[in-house]
């Protein structure tokens, strides 16, 4: 079993490779009702919906976020 940092890791690092730049989702699809963010890959429903028209470099960028945003939630947790 994998954890949720695996998950959204592997997916990212994935995404990156394809051409175009893929999409990080990892299968939860699941929205936390606190923080409207997805509990797989970080992204808000309005970044789900427009993740396919973004350029590479803002879904590059967005990655990033969701990275931070990960780990953010992580050192919550405590």
Same mark, same amino acid.
């Given at each position: 079993m994998t954890t949720m940092q695996e998950d #959204? =890791?592997?997916t990212i690092e994935r995404a990156k490779a394809q051409e175009p730049i893929g999409s990080p989702c990892t299968d939860v699809c699941k929205l936390d009702p606190e923080t409207g963010l997805c509990l797989g890959c970080f992204r808000s429903r309005e970044e789900i919906k427009t993740f396919r028209?973004? =350029? =590479?470099?803002?879904? #590059?960028d967005l990655f990033d976020e969701l990275l931070a945003r990960r780990a953010a939630k992580e050192q919550t947790k405590g």
């Amino acid at each position: 079993m994998t954890t949720m940092q695996e998950d #959204l =890791d592997f997916t990212i690092e994935r995404a990156k490779a394809q051409e175009p730049i893929g999409s990080p989702c990892t299968d939860v699809c699941k929205l936390d009702p606190e923080t409207g963010l997805c509990l797989g890959c970080f992204r808000s429903r309005e970044e789900i919906k427009t993740f396919r028209s973004m =350029d =590479d470099a803002t879904k #590059l960028d967005l990655f990033d976020e969701l990275l931070a945003r990960r780990a953010a939630k992580e050192q919550t947790k405590g």
